[in-house]
């Protein structure tokens, strides 16, 4: 039994596949509109091919990819991590700091900005993140379960369990290294029991589950499994119009045959058969010919150009707004920036409710350790589109007094544990303080050290020199008033 630092540096480089001895190779299937509808029907039953689905469109289709992006994006994962349940009145500041430390080290080491946006993805995309934590000193991997072989059972600390399917190891019993050691304890007790043992759930806080659609415990329900059709319209629509459009590159050349009022040929037939090959040899392939007797007239089935509308661009608008968010945020012309600040924060919440479905699961593990039992970590709303909005709230309510420092610092990308070194770092080991100074003006100084030109605490404008005084100002302080 190899150890748990071999076994984290086993995760660091973890085979995904042999190419030398490749035997297994995924497999995608596009499913039909018509089973799509199906599924749809339910989603209980068809809970596995939903999931595939999903996958395969958010890889085919670059709309329904970043429409997931985009909810992704809509938080930067800033936190604070703050005090929780203490009496500042008879509390250890030595401890206090030092358990501090240790939380912002867990946090350092799980590195949040990195690995929670992957959380962010696949709930999006699939509705659940099944996952476990692989801890040591400095580092703590997530690292995802197979969805397939998933489901939650329980919910202890208000963050769901994950209970594992361990027949998943008996056609990949070679990948029971690559994961914790309390897999490999299980599996071994679930060969005992293969009846009983099937189902078993995984050891918390390490392990747990994120679900986007949180109060729909008993399957997963893809959020955006509602549009897969519209996704499907907006590449039949793409489709058509290809065709359509190279249907319109084609022409037809007709060479008429006559005839007299009695009916026959004013040419020889076989002469202008002869004509019509040699016209037909030397025309390219999209333009085709035909020998009539008779007039051809053109059918089509075109639409006007006064009631003619972009089908396609109709297509992305309703895929969208099947979504429930504003075009305006991909390519719409008419976008108004009001409409478009409140649709985006309209959509911030959807990605909200599951950061704080992960704050759950960090706050769990954190307070489960010996450090941690009287801290919480606690992320905010934030995002690269309301940063300076809730930047502004914060260091307003620290001109005020309050203790939002970090708050702030947070919200601008400084986590804390970045902030203590930073400040450290420029100003007791590089004197940045002492080294970059501000030029010194009339506004910075006092009398006494200006020569009597500078700033007062009497009240009023310095004083002015003589050449900067009209010649009424002159004559003011000539009568001993100030100017």
């Known amino acids: 039994?190899?150890?748990?630092?071999?076994?984290?540096?086993?995760?660091?480089?973890?085979?995904?596949?042999?190419?030398?001895?490749?035997?297994?190779?995924?497999?995608?299937?596009?499913?039909s509109k018509d089973e799509i509808t199906t599924y749809l029907s339910n989603p209980y039953q068809y809970e596995k091919q939903l999931r595939r689905a999903v996958t395969y469109i958010y890889g085919a289709s670059s709309h329904f990819r970043r429409l997931i992006q985009y909810f992704a994006g809509l938080s930067d994962?800033?936190?604070?991590?703050?005090?929780?349940?203490?009496?500042?009145?008879?509390?250890?500041?030595?401890s206090i700091n030092r358990n501090y430390r240790k939380v912002l080290n867990a946090m350092s080491a799980m590195n949040v900005r990195t690995q929670l946006p992957k959380i962010l993805t696949v709930c999006l995309r699939e509705d659940v993140f099944y996952g476990t934590m692989w801890v040591t000193n400095d580092n703590i991997t997530i690292q995802q379960l197979p969805s397939d072989y998933c489901t939650i059972s329980t919910i202890e600390g208000n963050v769901p369990n994950v209970t594992f399917d361990f027949s998943y190891f008996d056609a990949r019993s070679a990948l029971l290294e690559f994961y914790p050691a309390e897999f490999n304890t299980k599996y071994s007790a679930y060969q005992k029991d293969r009846r009983n043992l099937r189902w078993q759930e995984l050891d918390c806080p390490t392990s747990f589950a994120i679900k986007c659609n949180n109060d729909i415990l008993d399957y997963a329900l893809p959020p955006f499994a509602g549009i897969l059709r519209e996704v499907y319209d907006l590449e039949d629509y793409k489709q058509l119009k290809l065709t359509k459009t190279t249907l319109e590159n084609y022409a037809m050349l007709v060479m008429t045959l006559g005839t007299d009022d009695e009916g026959n040929w004013t040419l020889d037939y076989n002469k202008a058969k002869e004509f019509w090959r040699n016209l037909d040899a030397v025309l390219p392939e999209e333009v085709g010919s035909i020998l009539s007797?008779?007039?051809?007239?053109?059918?089509?089935?075109?639409?006007?150009n006064t009631g003619d509308t972009d089908t396609i661009s109709e297509a992305e608008q309703n895929l969208f707004t099947a979504a429930g968010v504003s075009s305006l945020?991909?390519?719409n012309d008419k976008a108004s920036a009001n409409a478009l600040l409140l649709s985006i924060?309209?959509?911030?919440?959807?990605?909200?409710?599951?950061?704080k479905s992960i704050e759950d699961a960090v706050n769990r593990y954190v307070q489960a350790q010996s450090y941690g039992k009287n801290?919480?970590?606690?992320?905010?709303?934030?995002?690269?589109?309301?940063?300076?909005?809730?930047?502004?709230?914060?260091?307003?309510?620290?001109q005020y007094g309050l203790p939002f420092v970090s708050m702030y610092a947070a919200s601008q990308g400084l986590s804390q544990s970045e902030m203590d070194c930073m400040n450290f770092l420029e100003n007791d080991v590089l004197g940045l303080i002492d080294r970059f100074r501000p030029l010194q003006s009339s506004t910075q100084t006092s009398t006494s050290s200006s020569g009597g030109k500078g700033a007062t605490d009497e009240g009023g404008a310095p004083v002015k020199d003589v050449g900067d005084l009209t010649d009424s100002g002159e004559q003011s302080r000539e009568d001993g008033d100030d100017w």
């Open 293 to 304: 007797p008779m007039p051809i007239n053109k059918i089509s089935f075109e639409k006007s």
């Open 1 to 31: 039994m190899i150890g748990i630092s071999e076994r984290f540096a086993l995760l660091n480089r973890l085979i995904t596949r042999d190419v030398n001895n490749n035997t297994n190779a995924p497999t995608f299937s596009l499913y």
């Open 375 to 398: 801290f919480k970590v606690t992320f905010f709303d934030c995002s690269p589109y309301n940063r300076k909005e809730l930047g502004d709230q914060y260091l307003k309510a620290c």
């Open 345 to 355: 924060k309209a959509d911030q919440t959807i990605t909200y409710g599951i950061v």
């Open 329 to 331: 945020l991909f390519n």
């Open 77 to 94: 994962l800033s936190f604070v991590v703050s005090p929780y349940r203490i009496d500042p009145a008879s509390a250890n500041i030595k």
